[in-house]
T-cell receptor, first 112, second 116 residues
C-alpha cells in the first residue's frame, strides 16, 4: 500500500464548478498535512496546510480526518488558472527528523 | 518565504559521466532536501542534506551514487554519479523555512536531467 494515495484523475471540470479531491495516508504517526500545487514543468508550491479543524482560504477548503486518515481539498467556483496537479503531502517527524511524503498527484483541468 | 535557485536548470549527459547540481537558498534554513521526480510520477525523497555532517539517505539511495554536500546553511550540492538513462529525471532541491510561525517547505525550480 502506498503511504499517500490519491486519485490521479484527470479531472476535467467546467469553469465555475466545484471539485473535490481526496487523499488517504497509511502512517498514523503523520503529524502535518498539506496540499501542494504543481503546474506543468514547474516546482511544487504550497497551496495550504490542512488542520484537524478544517481550514479555508478563499475558494479552497481543506479537511482532515485523523481517525480515517483522510484528507480532502474542495475548490469552489473553479477558475481556468486552477488547472494544475494537486499533490497531497504528509509530514512525519521522527526523532527530530522530518520527511515529506508526496502522493502521486491529482491532475485537474478547468474547461472554459 | 525562501527563494531557492538551482543550477543547471537542465542538462543532457552521456552515460557514465557525473553531474553536480547546485542549490542556493536566499536565507539560512535548518533543513535542506533533495528529491527526484520521474516523468509522470510524484516526488521521491533522495536524502536530507545535513550541514556539517553526512547526508541522511532514504531507502534505495546511496552515497556513492548520490553524494551530497552542505557546507553551510544556504547551499547544497547533489551529484548524480556514473549516470545511466534510468537517472533521467527532474531533481529538486527543497528547504524548510519558517513562515508565519509554521514550518513551510519550499522547492527550487528543479534540474531536468536527460542521460543518453
Amino acid at each position: 500500500r502506498k503511504e499517500v494515495e490519491q486519485d490521479p484523475g484527470p479531472f476535467n471540470v467546467p469553469e465555475g464548478a466545484t471539485v473535490a479531491f481526496n487523499c488517504t495516508y497509511s502512517n498514523s504517526a503523520s503529524q502535518s498535512f498539506f496540499w501542494y500545487r504543481q503546474d506543468c514543468r514547474k516546482e511544487p508550491k504550497l497551496l495550504m496546510s490542512v488542520y484537524s479543524s478544517g481550514n479555508e482560504d478563499g475558494r479552497f477548503t481543506a479537511q482532515l480526518n485523523r481517525a480515517s486518515q483522510y484528507i480532502s481539498l474542495l475548490i469552489r467556483d473553479s477558475k481556468l488558472s486552477d488547472s494544475a496537479t494537486y499533490l497531497c503531502v504528509v509530514n512525519i517527524i521522527n526523532f527530530g527528523n522530518e520527511k515529506l511524503t508526496f502522493g502521486t498527484g491529482t491532475r485537474l483541468t478547468i474547461i472554459p | 518565504s525562501a527563494v531557492i535557485s538551482q543550477k543547471p536548470s537542465r542538462d543532457i549527459c552521456q552515460r557514465g559521466t557525473s553531474l553536480t547540481i547546485q542549490c542556493q537558498v536566499d536565507s539560512q534554513v535548518t533543513m535542506m532536501f533533495w528529491y527526484r521526480q520521474q516523468p509522470g510520477q510524484s516526488l521521491t525523497l533522495i536524502a536530507t542534506a545535513n550541514q556539517g555532517s553526512e547526508a541522511t539517505y532514504e531507502s534505495g539511495f546511496v552515497i556513492d551514487k548520490f553524494p551530497i554536500s552542505r557546507p553551510n546553511l544556504t547551499f547544497s550540492t547533489l551529484t548524480v554519479s556514473n549516470m545511466s538513462p534510468e537517472d533521467s529525471s527532474i531533481y529538486l532541491c527543497s528547504a524548510n523555512g519558517l513562515a508565519g510561525g509554521a514550518d513551510t517547505q519550499y522547492f527550487g525550480p528543479g534540474t531536468r536531467l536527460t542521460v543518453l
